[in-house]
């Protein structure tokens, strides 16, 4: 079972700034893909961000040009950068990665929060 550990959510003003990370506890390039969803309260857990093992990176479209993915395998570390936040950005983060059989591992999830 791999382990899957996020942080750096928090508190923020509209218009800042967060970077979430998640250490996985295996090497991250065995993965198909790893990403981030969200779940707003009330409301259905949507992807947010992915990246697959050959590099491509996709996002939501409310998220595009202020949210950016990426990943350090020598750290076995994926982060989230996320930009000009608003309040509707606010929800439970997660953490996910697909392996090469479709078998999804989640993290604990992060809090963010932005108020306006």
């Known amino acids: 079972q791999v382990q899957l550990v996020e942080s750096g959510g928090g508190v923020v003003q509209a218009g800042g700034s967060l970077r979430l990370s998640c250490v996985a506890s295996?090497?991250?390039?065995?993965?198909?893909?790893m990403g981030w969803f969200r779940q707003a309260p009330g409301k259905q857990r949507e992807s947010v961000a992915a990246?697959?093992?050959?590099?491509?990176?996709n996002y939501v479209d409310s998220v595009k040009g202020r949210f950016t993915i990426s990943r350090d395998s020598a750290e076995n570390t994926v982060y989230l950068q996320m930009n000009s936040l608003k309040p509707e950005d606010t929800a439970v983060y997660y953490c996910?990665?697909?392996?090469?059989?479709?078998?999804?591992?989640w993290g604990q999830g992060t809090q963010v929060t932005v108020s306006s």
């Open positions: 996910n990665a697909e392996d090469l059989w479709y078998r999804r591992s």
């Open positions: 295996t090497n991250i390039r065995s993965f198909k893909s």
């Open positions: 990246i697959t093992s050959g590099g491509s990176r």
